[in-house]
C-alpha cells in the first residue's frame, strides 16, 4: 500500500512576528461606508483612469472596488484601505489618542510592522512616524511634569 502525503504550499522561512493594525483590531475599515467620490480620487492617486465606480466591497482586511475606466470598460479589483487618505487619518487619530508611554510604544510596534510589510507612499510613512515623534514628545513631558508634583 502506497502512503499519500500531502504537499503544503511554500511560505516563507521567516517571518516577523507581529500583526497589522487591522489584526490587532485597531482599526475596522469594513465600516467605513467608503464612498464613490473617495474610492475615485484614492484610485486616481494611485494612477488608475477612473470615469466612475460601480461597486465598493469593503471586506476585513482589503476593499474591492468595480469601476469604468476613462474607455468605458469594466474594471475590478481588490485594494489596500492604506490607499485611502481616512487611513492616515484614523492611524494619526489613534495615536493621538494614546493615553501612556507603554501603549504608544506597543501602537509604534505595530506601525513598525506595517511600514516592514505593507505599502506605504512615503510621505505617509513620515507623516505617521513625526506624529508618533510628537505623541512620544508630550507624553514625556506629561510625566516629568508628573513627577515634579
Keep these: 500500500m502506497i502512503a499519500m502525503v500531502r504537499k503544503t504550499r511554500k511560505t516563507r ?3 516577523r512576528k507581529g500583526q497589522s493594525l487591522i ?7 469594513q465600516q467605513w461606508n ?15 483612469q477612473v470615469k466612475q ?6 471586506l476585513r482586511h482589503q476593499v474591492c472596488i468595480s469601476y469604468w475606466d476613462e474607455k468605458g470598460n469594466i474594471c475590478s ?26 501603549e504608544l510604544v506597543q501602537l509604534n ?10 505599502s506605504y507612499p512615503r510621505e505617509m510613512e513620515d507623516a505617521l512616524a513625526s506624529s508618533i515623534e510628537n505623541r512620544l514628545s508630550e507624553l514625556k513631558a506629561t510625566a516629568r511634569q508628573t513627577v515634579l508634583l
Design 53 to 58: 465606480i460601480k461597486k465598493i466591497r469593503c
Design 77 to 102: 479589483s481588490f485594494f489596500s484601505y492604506r490607499i485611502f487618505t481616512r487611513w492616515q487619518k484614523e492611524v494619526d487619530k489613534l495615536v493621538n489618542l494614546c493615553p501612556s508611554l507603554k
Design 109 to 118: 510596534g505595530i506601525l513598525q510592522y506595517e511600514f516592514d510589510y505593507y
Design 23 to 29: 489584526s490587532a483590531d485597531k482599526i475596522n475599515p
Design 34 to 48: 467608503i464612498s464613490a467620490r473617495e474610492a475615485k480620487e484614492a484610485l486616481k492617486a494611485q494612477g488608475y
Design 13 to 15: 522561512q521567516y517571518r
